[in-house]
């Protein structure tokens, strides 16, 4: 075996330079943020002092943008969410469920198809329940367009709804002037149900698409994090890259200027401060994301059911569909309340400009290090 060979390591063996060449990469990037040269020593006091009072303010700057940006965007989506489209879903429902009970009301005033209407309706015609829940259809609908939740095309297919509900009471209207005649009144009813129910307009075939639409609006407001990923990537390699150009500055200055220095470290906290506050409240904001998400697919699922033989039924009752939707509205009030969207905001706020304050103080103290060498580094100069 050659000397070569005897040289090379063998295949159970370890090659005594390898850990070196790999160490060799962060050895020397911890030297550049200790301040030393290739051969450990010390740089000039005042150019490393000057670069570091611009390095790490802007640094702390940039992690503070970054995290700032992320859990902003996280808001924004939850304020659209809980301001806009749940208050949308929510009236949407309540158009959906009044005016199906609005129909029940009618047909068991005025009877279906060969069924004759009650006594009572000769005397009091529709009664106070029936024109109510029209009303309260009608509301829902004006309300869901002040919501804003809705597009254009889609508010002017709201206003169209709105006309349609209009003619549908007045086909129901004309069916109680005429209950004494079956055939009138059955084409009246017909009309009516044409126009809610089976016909090319079908009202509440329309109100369904738009809550459809909505809620797939929401899945996809709590499902976009593109942004946040983006940006919350970008600040921990940033916070990562500062948080070794911070040790390496405390170690020079203790090396060079024999300083410990709390000041920096007490300036440089508010970093960390700030990351720990925007990180839990983008868990907070998401959380409430996913809780109006869950709460429009509940509405969406929430139906009137059928009435038994004899009329009487749950709709109006605490069991029935209009109280299940004041419900599911309550607890994701609730909620929202209980992650604190609003308060969140005012925190992450005031983290910020204290992490602001904390990247200034870094400046300052490095100026107030720095000032005397710069001198003796450029007074010559």
Not at 3 to 25: I, K, V
Request: charged share 20%; net charge positive.
């Amino acid at each position: 075996m050659s000397r070569d060979d005897r040289s090379l390591p063998g295949p159970g063996e370890r090659d005594p330079a390898a850990p070196a060449t790999r160490r060799r990469p962060a050895r020397a990037l911890w030297r550049w943020s200790a301040g030393r040269d290739a051969r450990g020593e010390l740089k000039p006091t005042g150019k490393f002092l000057f670069s570091r009072m611009v390095m790490v303010p802007v640094g702390m700057l940039t992690v503070l943008a970054l995290a700032g940006t992320a859990y902003f965007d996280v808001h924004r989506r939850t304020e659209e969410l809980r301001d806009r489209y749940a208050p949308a879903l929510v009236d949407l429902a309540h158009a959906r469920v009044s005016l199906t009970l609005a129909q029940q009301e009618a047909e068991q005033r005025l009877g279906t198809g060969d069924g004759e209407p009650l006594l009572q309706t000769g005397l009091v015609g529709l009664g106070e329940r029936y024109p109510a829940l029209v009303a309260e259809a009608s509301q829902s609908l004006n309300n869901a367009v002040q919501t804003q939740a809705l597009s254009r095309t889609q508010e002017q297919v709201v206003r169209v709804v709105s006309g349609l509900v209009t003619a549908y009471d007045g086909w129901i209207d004309w069916a109680n002037s005429h209950h004494g005649s079956r055939p009138l009144r059955r084409a009246g009813m017909d009309y009516a149900t044409d126009l809610l129910r089976t016909g090319p307009t079908a009202i509440l075939q329309r109100i369904g698409a738009l809550e459809q639409h909505l809620r797939s609006t929401v899945a996809g407001l709590s499902a976009r994090r593109t942004v946040l990923a983006g940006t919350a990537s970008a600040a921990l390699l940033a916070t990562l890259v500062l948080a070794l150009v911070f040790v390496g500055l405390l170690d020079y200055v203790r090396a060079r200027l024999r300083v410990r220095s709390p000041l920096l470290v007490l300036y440089g906290l508010p970093v960390l401060l700030v990351l720990g506050v925007l990180s839990f409240g983008v868990t907070a904001q998401q959380r409430a994301q996913r809780d109006v998400e869950r709460t429009a697919g509940l509405l969406g699922r929430i139906t009137v059911p059928r009435p038994p033989g004899d009329g009487a039924g749950e709709a109006g009752t605490a069991r029935g569909p209009d109280a299940a939707i004041e419900r599911e509205d309550a607890a994701l009030a609730g909620k929202l309340r209980g992650t604190h969207p609003g308060e969140w905001a005012t925190a992450a706020a005031l983290a910020l400009a204290v992490g602001a304050a904390g990247a200034v103080g870094c400046g300052f103290t490095l100026r107030r290090y720095g000032r005397e060498h710069w001198k003796i580094d450029w007074g010559k100069a």
